[in-house]
C-alpha cells in the first residue's frame, strides 16, 4: 500500500510538472500576443528594440517603451510611454499609445484560451487605431497562438492636417515549447496586407516568418525573434530582429 501511494505521487507530481501551467514572466513571442494577461495589481516594464534591414543599406531600429499593469485578473492596459526609431542616423519621437487586452477564456483552464485587444496611438503626425482578436492552446510544454489584426491610421504635417490614410489587415501566429523553466524555442509567422486608402483592396501582401528563443529568470525575462520576408516584395523590410526584454513586479 506504501509503494502504490509513492508511485500514485510520483505520478502526479510528474503530471503537474509537465502538462499544469504556472506563472510564467514575460511573453514567449514578440510579434504574436497570448491570451494571458498580467494578474491584478501586477505591473510589468517592458522595452521593445526591432531592427529593420533592407536592400541598399536601408536599415533602421524602432524602439517602444511600455508600461503593463494588471486591472482586474481578466483586464489589462499598457501605456506606450513612447515609440520612436533612428534611420539615417537621426532619432524621431513616433506616438504615445493606449492598449488594453480583455481575457474572455483563460488558456491555462478552457479548452480553448481567447482575448479581444484594442489600442490607440496618438504622434505629432499620426493617429491609430487597432484591434485584435487573440487565441491561444496549450498542449503541457507546447502553447500554439493565432492573431487576427485590423489596423487603420492616419497621417499628415500635423493633427490638424491628417490628409493621408491607410489601411491594414494582419495574421500572425506561432509556437513555442518549454524546454526548461527559463528556455522556451519556437517560432512565429506573420502575413500583412496593405489596403487602398478606401481601405478596400489590398494593394499588397507581404509574408515574414522565423525563430524565436524566450529567456527567464525569476522577475526578469528576454525574448529575441528574427523574420524573414518571403515574399520579396519591395519597400519592406527583409529581416526584422525584434527583442523584448523586461522586469515584473
Known amino acids: 500500500m506504501q509503494t502504490?501511494?509513492?508511485?500514485t505521487a510520483i505520478?502526479?507530481?510528474?503530471f503537474l510538472t509537465t502538462f499544469c501551467e504556472v506563472a510564467e514572466?514575460?511573453?514567449?513571442f514578440t510579434y504574436v500576443y497570448e491570451a494571458k494577461v498580467a494578474e491584478k495589481g501586477e505591473i510589468e516594464l517592458e522595452n521593445?528594440?526591432?531592427?529593420?534591414?533592407?536592400?541598399?543599406?536601408?536599415?533602421?531600429?524602432?524602439?517602444?517603451?511600455?508600461?503593463?499593469?494588471?486591472?482586474?485578473d481578466r483586464f489589462q492596459m499598457a501605456l506606450y510611454v513612447a515609440d520612436w526609431q533612428i534611420t539615417d542616423n537621426a532619432a524621431r519621437y513616433q506616438n504615445t499609445g493606449l492598449e488594453g487586452i480583455y481575457q474572455l477564456?483563460?488558456?491555462?483552464?478552457?479548452?480553448?484560451?481567447?482575448a479581444l485587444y484594442g489600442e490607440v496611438k496618438l504622434g505629432d503626425q499620426q493617429f491609430k487605431l487597432e484591434t485584435k482578436g487573440i487565441v491561444q492552446k496549450n498542449f503541457g510544454p507546447l502553447v500554439l497562438a493565432y492573431n487576427a489584426t485590423l489596423e487603420a491610421e492616419w497621417e499628415g504635417a500635423n493633427l490638424q492636417n491628417l490628409d493621408e490614410s491607410y489601411g491594414k489587415l494582419e495574421q500572425s501566429a506561432g509556437a513555442s515549447w518549454k524546454f526548461s523553466d527559463n528556455i522556451k524555442i519556437g517560432g512565429e509567422f506573420q502575413q500583412k496586407f496593405y489596403l487602398k486608402e478606401n481601405w478596400s483592396v489590398p494593394t499588397q501582401s507581404?509574408?515574414?516568418?522565423?525563430?524565436?528563443?524566450?529567456l527567464e529568470y525569476g522577475r526578469y525575462f528576454a525574448t529575441f525573434t528574427g523574420m524573414v520576408q518571403a515574399t520579396g516584395v519591395s519597400g519592406q523590410p527583409d529581416f526584422q530582429l525584434r527583442t523584448i526584454f523586461g522586469v515584473e513586479f
Open 4 to 7: 502504490a501511494s509513492k508511485l
Open 206 to 214: 507581404v509574408v515574414y516568418a522565423g525563430p524565436n528563443i524566450a
Open 11 to 14: 505520478v502526479a507530481t510528474t
Open 105 to 114: 477564456t483563460d488558456p491555462k483552464k478552457a479548452f480553448l484560451g481567447s
Open 25 to 28: 514572466a514575460g511573453r514567449r
Open 48 to 72: 521593445w528594440v526591432t531592427w529593420k534591414a533592407g536592400p541598399n543599406d536601408q536599415n533602421g531600429f524602432d524602439f517602444r517603451h511600455e508600461i503593463e499593469y494588471g486591472v482586474t
